[in-house]
């Protein structure tokens, strides 16, 4: 059985260069609107939260909004570059075209050992505590 053309429903996807700059005086931007990513490592809203803890954080320790919001960006932008380049990669693996690259893929993953594949997560699931935001 074939799909009804008409019927299909499509969204594509662009890889969008991140803002030089999250922060300018007294507006930011935290979430995608800072670092966009691909869906494929489910970080989305992980990193929403994460800015937001952040954000919260240097607020809490300054009594200036413009170096407060400074400080989130500097303090986050390294951590929002790792996991944009992680789920990007995560991307093109899953993504891989061709039959020999997707089986050589496919067993590489199989054979990887779980406690290999939790330990590369520990960049992802084991974020910079906002303690760091204090100065």
Not at 26 to 51: K, M, S, W
Not at 92 to 113: K, Y
Request: hydrophobic share 40%; net charge neutral; charged share 20%.
């Amino acid at each position: 059985m074939q799909a009804d053309p008409d019927a299909v429903v499509r969204h594509d996807g662009y890889d969008v260069e991140p803002p030089p700059r999250w922060s300018t005086g007294y507006v930011t931007l935290f979430g995608d609107a800072a670092h966009r990513l691909r869906p494929n490592v489910g970080q989305g809203g992980c990193q929403a939260i994460e800015d937001a803890v952040f954000l919260a954080a240097c607020v809490a320790n300054s009594n200036d909004p413009v170096h407060a919001l400074g400080r989130y960006e500097a303090g986050r932008q390294a951590r929002a570059r790792y996991i944009t380049r992680l789920s990007w990669m995560m991307s093109l693996a899953e993504h891989t075209q061709g039959r020999l690259l997707a089986t050589l893929r496919d067993s590489l993953v199989r054979a990887l050992p779980i406690s290999l594949m939790l330990r590369s997560m520990d960049g992802v699931l084991r974020p910079p505590l906002p303690e760091s935001a204090a100065s």
